[in-house]
């Protein structure tokens, strides 16, 4: 039986961040995979590539779309990460 694992989300641009959610549909006992990640992502309309697959952090594949979307551990979701907005932030200007 199918249940839902909810995925909450920070989507970075250069001068804001907003707090998403997603949801993904897992066997029971399931843990989210890498694919599972992004494929939420692109169901919520972001058409993103992996670019961190320790800290799980997509960018946008568009090349019109600068920004950055980092995947929030469930314990951690409400804790502000200073290291990965500032890694963000020096990501987005590389690859301006």
């Known amino acids: 039986m199918k ?8 989507v970075i641009h ?6 998403l959610r997603g949801i993904i549909f897992l066997e029971e006992n399931q843990k989210p995979t890498l694919n599972d990640y ?3 992502l692109k169901d919520c309309g972001h058409d993103v ?6 800290n799980v952090i997509f ?12 995947i929030l551990e469930e314990e951690n ?4 990460d200073i ?5 963000v932030r020096n990501l987005i ?3 301006i």
Do not use: G, M, W
């Open 3 to 10: 249940r839902e694992f909810t995925v909450h989300f920070k």
């Open 14 to 19: 250069h001068d804001k961040s907003s707090l």
């Open 38 to 40: 992004e494929q939420c």
């Open 49 to 54: 590539i992996l670019i961190d697959k320790k």
């Open 59 to 70: 960018r946008a594949s568009k090349p019109n779309e600068q920004y950055i979307i980092h």
């Open 77 to 80: 979701n409400n804790i502000r």
């Open 83 to 87: 290291i990965v907005e500032s890694l």
């Open 93 to 95: 200007r590389k690859s």
